[in-house]
């Protein structure tokens, strides 16, 4: 396990590198290396969480190093998909995803570092975790969380390019030229877009987790931290989803909408960070119904 989980590791690396030279010099065969090497990291991933899931007999999310591992997959899953989706539906063929892919892999490697230097001893699963909502609850946070990820590296090579070239032409992630798309896709609108996905799948997240807590400690609510941070997750990506119908009655310049937006998500995902992995350094931790899976 191990071994498999350091491979996995330098390969998410090496697709970094891919993805970086894939950008500089841009030819469809670098495109294809980059998402071969990509594939081969999601592959050894995908070994990882299987064998682990056989090996604990349950879904692989329920301590830090299982928790690492699996979003590192997840995180790696929901950006293969999109960019097979640009590739195969949308028929994009001169895109610059990959930057976004660049990121994407950046993070998934970090997780798989904290899964190297996190203690990987399998324990007993806690009796609230012995549940069917465990696989659906988890399932949905982590992919939800995984989408918001690419709006948050979305965010950040907008804002790059924003302050670099101060040019829509340079901002433009998919061209409608020679593809399935209306119109030209720029960075703060895939953003946006990754949104519209991520959101729905962090709402059911809060759902089912609720309908669990009725079920395992006899309330829908119990302002529990972690529970709490997930609201303030909640909160804080819905506001964003309304922001582009409530900035045009205000004085704010339209040209600084996806400006504004972009920070609005520079702020968004690390609250989800911090309430997947950083809630136990709260002073009321040890309260936490939670803390079970720190």
């Known amino acids: ?3 498999t989980l350091n491979v996995t590791f ?11 030279v ?3 010099w841009r030819t469809s065969t670098l495109r294809w290396v980059a998402l071969g090497v990509f594939s081969g990291a999601i592959i050894l991933n995908t070994i990882l969480v299987i064998s682990r899931w056989i090996e604990v007999g349950h879904v692989p999310a329920s301590g830090k190093y299982e928790s690492f591992v699996f979003f590192a997959w997840t995180i790696a899953l929901v950006y293969l998909i999109m960019e097979l989706v640009t590739i ?7 895109s610059r995803f990959g930057i976004i892919g660049v990121l994407q ?5 970090l997780m798989l570092y904290f899964a190297v230097t996190t203690d990987s001893t399998i324990k007993e699963l806690p009796p609230a975790l012995q549940s069917n909502w465990f696989v659906v609850h988890v399932s949905l946070y982590f992919v939800s969380y995984s989408a918001l990820s690419i709006s948050f590296s979305a965010a950040i090579i907008y804002l790059i390019y924003r302050a670099i ?3 829509r032409a340079q901002e433009i992630v998919m061209p409608s030229s020679d593809s399935q798309l209306r119109k030209d896709v720029t960075f703060d609108k895939l953003a946006y877009i990754s949104v519209t996905i991520g959101f729905p799948f962090l709402t059911m997240g809060l759902l089912t987790g609720a309908f669990w807590a ?14 709490t941070w997930s609201l303030i997750s909640w909160l804080v990506y819905l506001a964003y989803l309304h922001l582009p119908m409530i900035l045009p009655k205000t004085k704010i310049k339209k040209t600084f ?7 609005v998500l520079l702020v968004a995902f690390p609250i989800v960070i911090f309430t997947f992995m950083g809630m136990h350094k709260l002073p009321t931790a040890g309260d936490s119904d939670h803390i079970y899976a720190e």
Do not use: N, Q
């Open 105 to 109: 892999c950046v993070l998934s490697a």
């Open 1 to 3: 396990m191990d071994f």
């Open 22 to 24: 894939r950008e500089v």
């Open 88 to 94: 195969f539906i949308l028929r994009v063929h001169d």
């Open 214 to 227: 009725k079920g395992a400690w006899g309330t829908y609510w119990g302002w529990d931290p972690k529970e």
């Open 10 to 20: 330098y390969v998410y690396i090496a697709a970094i590198i891919a993805y970086v």
């Open 257 to 263: 909408t996806p400006i504004l937006l972009s920070i």
């Open 165 to 167: 070239y101060r040019g």
